[in-house]
């Protein structure tokens, strides 16, 4: 299993740990805020057998560099590093696969780069998106910012994994869940708080670029558990508005869905793949937007 060290293009002296497993199409893992390259190992142990699995995690996430300067984390560094990594293994184009910050990022490589996203699986994407939710959501990262730095990740952890939207991890596999809380504890608090105050608190809403979206014909597939509560109606609202998009939601799931229902995720995700490999992937068929419920009006 090949391991790299890849540094940034618009950073010097931050670089970031990737790992790639298996051979065939390429597939570009992209963690959310509470995991690291680690989080995709259900997933890669799925994919390898057909794909070269790619994963690697982000500024801020030992083993890769944590920089100390808050303004080197944002959305736009996100994607400049997911490109670095590209970039680095010789990889022209790629199938992208990311959870919720993650999902972010690779949504906006699909809006800034189509050319080099194959396609896109996004899961668990949309807080803090609605306008009447953004100071709200801006408020808490805030508070979260803070409280990697007074406390450590080991304390916020402890209470960050039974959120809302975790405690249906923690109800379907308690030693799952037990062993993300314990990588999650692991974590930098200084990358962590910066993650959350530049990326999370500072990104732009989805619904800026709604223009760009309902142009995008790359093909995508938004995830999301129904009891997530922060994203679901902004993964109705994408798949409304991009006409490449298909919207899969899973049953009594909240946000962790790759290890929640990892079962359920690989096997939508492959089909969902499989279907563009083969070009059978199309956009939404316009009659289908028709006023009528029935289309006899």
């Known amino acids: 299993?090949?391991?790299?060290?890849?540094?940034?293009?618009?950073?010097?002296?931050?670089?970031l740990h990737v790992e790639e497993t298996g051979s065939g199409p390429t597939l570009l893992f992209i963690h959310e805020f509470a995991g690291d390259f680690r989080s995709w190992s259900l997933q890669v142990r799925h994919f390898a057998r057909r794909f070269r699995c790619i994963t690697y995690s982000a500024r801020g996430y030992p083993p890769s560099s944590v920089p100390t300067?808050?303004?080197?984390?944002?959305?736009?560094?996100?994607?400049q590093d997911a490109l670095d990594v590209l970039d680095a293994l010789d990889v022209e184009s790629a199938h992208v696969v990311g959870l919720s910050m993650g999902g972010f990022c690779a949504l906006h490589l699909a809006l800034q780069v189509p050319e080099r996203v194959e396609s896109a699986a996004i899961a668990g994407v949309g807080y803090g998106a609605e306008y009447d939710q953004r100071e709200a959501f801006r408020e808490e990262c805030e508070l979260i910012a803070r409280a990697f730095e007074e406390q450590g990740s080991a304390a916020v952890a402890d209470r960050y994994v039974v959120g809302p939207a975790r405690v249906q991890f923690q109800n379907k596999d308690p030693l799952g869940h037990a062993e993300?809380?314990?990588m999650l504890a692991e974590h930098s608090n200084v990358g962590s708080a910066f993650t959350m105050r530049g990326f999370q608190k500072e990104r732009p809403s989805l619904f800026d670029f709604t223009n760009q979206l309902s142009g995008l014909s790359v093909p995508l597939l938004i995830l999301v558990g129904d009891e997530d509560e922060g994203a679901v109606d902004a993964s109705v609202a994408l798949k409304r508005m991009i006409p490449s998009s298909g919207l899969m939601v899973?049953?009594?799931?909240?946000?962790?869905?790759?290890?929640?229902?990892?079962?359920?995720?690989?096997?939508?995700?492959?089909?969902?793949?499989?279907?563009?490999?083969?070009?059978?992937?199309?956009?939404?068929?316009?009659r289908s937007r028709?006023?009528?419920?029935?289309?006899m009006r």
């Not at 300067?69 to 994607?79: C, I, K, M, R, T």
């Not at 990892?262 to 068929?285: A, I, K, Q, Y």
């Not at 028709?290 to 289309?295: D, N």
């Open 1 to 15: 299993m090949p391991v790299h060290r890849v540094k940034s293009s618009a950073n010097a002296g931050v670089s």
């Open 250 to 286: 899973l049953p009594r799931s909240g946000h962790t869905l790759n290890l929640e229902e990892p079962g359920l995720f690989n096997s939508t995700v492959e089909s969902f793949l499989t279907s563009v490999l083969t070009g059978s992937w199309g956009t939404r068929d316009p």
């Open 290 to 295: 028709a006023a009528s419920t029935t289309g």
């Open 180 to 182: 993300f809380a314990a």
């Open 69 to 79: 300067d808050p303004s080197l984390y944002s959305q736009q560094h996100a994607v």
